[in-house]
């Protein structure tokens, strides 16, 4: 199994342009989410999912866009990329939390930089 | 919103050193997971834990989930030079009502290794 996918692995973009971060996961998890990661800020939450059609804004949702059209699939759209959106983003998947927490299955990063 | 303070921020050790590490809190939580982070990687699961007072070995990691549910310790016996990385706890805050299941993450600690 490939586990949590994500594309592109690095990308540079102007302010104002726009780009979508894709995501995909092939465990058949219900859960879906969108952190960032900061130098020494730990993740934050942008945006989950817990199926398909639904989604729901994290800790830091501004200037952030998302939808979960399939279990398999969750892109992140920025519509105007802005320097504080220069981050590392992170895409995981889960199973429900059920009677234990949700153990997060992580992707390998997206590196984001706005210039 | 809840925090989790996670201790030290970093640190230099000595090959064949054991390591420690902690989170805290001010408020309960119900689990408490620890990640590691490779460089250029996403997180990777270590340990979970889910009851007060529960000791769990992986390795030569072991944690601890406090009794008073509001801290939780990591330790690394004997550590090697592929123990670099970030350290992360996550945990499920105490008041989780059931549909959103979201973890809360420490700031991490970023472990060297001396040759």
């Known amino acids: 199994n490939a586990g949590v996918t994500q594309t592109p692995k690095f990308r540079i973009l102007k302010i104002g342009q726009s780009m979508t971060l894709q995501c995909a996961q092939d465990?058949?998890?219900?859960?879906m989410y969108w952190y960032r990661q900061d130098p020494g800020m730990g993740l934050k939450l942008i945006y989950y999912?817990?199926?398909?059609?639904?989604?729901d804004k994290g800790e830091v949702p501004n200037g952030y866009n998302v939808s979960r059209s399939t279990t398999e699939d969750f892109p992140l759209r920025l519509e105007l990329a802005a320097p504080s959106q220069t981050s590392v983003y992170f895409c995981a998947s889960s199973y429900p939390p059920g009677l234990r927490a949700n153990v997060l299955t992580f992707g390998a990063g997206s590196r984001l930089t706005v210039l | 919103g809840q925090q989790l303070n996670q201790s030290p921020q970093s640190m230099f050790i000595q090959e064949g050193e054991d390591v420690s590490m902690n989170c805290t809190s001010s408020s309960i939580f119900n689990t408490w997971l620890w990640y590691k982070q490779d460089p250029g990687e996403g997180p990777v699961l270590l340990i979970a834990l889910y009851k007060a007072g529960e000791l769990t070995s992986n390795g030569r990691l072991t944690a601890q989930f406090g009794i008073t549910r509001k801290d939780s310790f990591l330790n690394i016996s004997a550590s090697i030079p592929s123990d670099v990385g970030i350290y992360f706890c996550a945990g499920q805050p105490g008041d989780y009502g059931g549909s959103q299941g979201n973890l809360i993450f420490g700031k991490g600690t970023k472990l060297s290794v001396k040759p």
């Open positions: 465990m058949n998890h219900n859960y």
């Open positions: 999912s817990v199926g398909a059609g639904i989604t």
